[in-house]
């Protein structure tokens, strides 16, 4: 199973990085496997540390993939790295093993430190179509225009029928990308 997850690493600079990912957990481990090249992964063998996030701000997802991926975020309770503001709980993480790839390698992380901050309040499921089409843009590349264009008019009908206002700005964020990534593929100009 995949939890799609908020991950923080720190930055050479030591300012946080945040990126969306989607974790798997085996054995009271945790792993993560980021595509090469990525910031994330470049942090994570860098400093053998990292935090997810868990999250139903669904802007952080969508800002991630849309050049806003400047967050409130604090310092870590027991290792060298950020949590979220937006956290309604987070993990602390420590590498304990590497398994090579040379696309996506596998991460295995132990958790030092894990805490609740505030009761989740349930499922809404305009936050579920906002990571649905948050996964869509990751994959604008890869996928048929079609297809997107298909995906999104089905994603619609939730953000239409339960979002608010946190939904209703992340969707229209990631609804602007596609359109934007649209265009440069027609070869037109986008303000």
């Known amino acids: ?96 093993d590497i398994k090579e790839d040379a696309v996506r390698p596998e991460l295995t992380f132990r958790v030092v430190h894990e805490a609740m901050h505030t009761a989740f309040r349930g499922f809404n499921r305009a936050q579920a179509a906002v990571l649905e089409a948050a996964v869509l843009v990751s994959r604008l590349h890869m996928l048929p225009p079609e297809k997107i264009a298909a995906e999104i008019a089905y994603l619609t009908i939730a953000i239409e029928k339960t979002a608010g206002d946190r939904e209703r700005q992340a969707w229209s964020w990631l609804i602007e990308r596609i359109e934007n990534y649209n265009a440069e593929q027609r070869g037109e100009n986008q303000a």
């Open 1 to 96: 199973m995949i939890y799609e997850t908020v991950i923080t690493t720190v930055n050479a600079d030591g300012s946080a990085h945040i990126a969306p990912f989607g974790i798997r957990e085996r054995d009271g481990m945790i792993i993560i496997a980021p595509f090469r090249p990525s910031i994330s992964l470049d942090n994570l063998l860098r400093t053998e540390r990292a935090v997810v996030n868990l999250t139903d701000d669904v802007r952080v997802f969508a800002g991630a993939l849309t050049g806003r991926r400047v967050w409130p975020v604090r310092r870590a309770e027991k290792i060298e790295g950020y949590v979220l503001d937006a956290a309604l709980a987070h993990r602390e993480l420590e590498l304990a």
